[in-house]
Each structure stands twice: as structure tokens, then as C-alpha cells.
């Protein structure tokens, strides 16, 4: 049974950090695509961050040199280190597992594999 769980979300004021983790039973994040998504009220699911299986990563335009996504292969986990946070960061996080395609990671909410349960950020002006 696959099982993905997020924490380390949390308040902060703008300009503050957080760094969420997402760890991974049944399911190796190395194997294959790992997405962080968000969903703020009222918003669609949105991709944020993307590593592919050989460590590769992209972010959306509205994080880039802000977030950094990562993952340790011995501890099987996931993290997005979120920096220099606003108010528009605010949203449910979640980590997911995604299909591969022969051009890279399918960053869809609607093809997304397995999903974690979210995990709360909120950003105060």
C-alpha cells in the first residue's frame, strides 16, 4: 500500500521560510516523477515542483528562486524548501507521485498517481 504523508506546514509572516516533507511508504521516490502541488481556496490544483527519477527539477515561474525541491533516496522523502514566502504561497501543499512520459514528468493533477493528504501554508503580510 502506497503511502505519502506531508508535514512541516505551518503560519509564517512574508518573507519567512518553511521546508515541507513528504515521506514515502510502499512507493521509492527515486523510481519515478515526484510533484509538489498546491490548492489555495476557490483555485484550481496546481503544479509547484517536479523531480524526475534522474534529479532533475523545474519549478513553476511563481516560485522559481524561491522553492527548491529535493529528495533523500536513503530516508525516501521528499521536501520543498519554501524561502522568501508571500501571502499568495498560501494553500493546501501536497506531494504526489506522477507519471512518466518518454519527454519527461506529466505534471497534471488529473494523472497523478498517488496523492498525500496536503499539508496547510499559510502566509501572513
Known amino acids: 500500500q502506497v503511502q505519502l504523508v506531508e508535514s512541516g506546514g505551518g503560519s509564517v509572516e512574508a518573507g519567512g521560510s518553511l521546508r515541507l516533507s513528504c515521506a514515502a511508504s510502499?512507493?521509492?521516490?527515486?523510481?519515478?516523477?515526484m510533484v509538489w502541488f498546491r490548492q489555495a481556496l476557490g483555485k484550481e490544483r496546481g503544479w509547484v515542483a517536479v523531480?524526475?527519477?534522474?534529479?532533475?527539477?523545474s519549478l513553476a515561474d511563481s516560485v522559481k528562486g524561491r522553492f527548491t525541491i529535493s529528495q533523500d533516496n536513503a530516508k525516501n522523502t521528499l521536501y520543498l524548501q519554501m524561502n522568501n514566502l508571500k501571502p499568495e504561497d498560501t494553500a493546501m501543499y501536497y506531494c504526489a507521485a506522477a507519471p512518466r512520459r518518454i519527454w519527461g514528468c506529466v505534471v497534471r493533477a488529473g494523472d497523478v498517481h498517488y496523492w498525500g493528504q496536503g499539508t496547510q501554508v499559510t502566509v501572513s503580510s
Open positions: 510502499g512507493y521509492t521516490v527515486s523510481s519515478a516523477c
Open positions: 523531480i524526475d527519477s534522474d534529479g532533475t527539477t
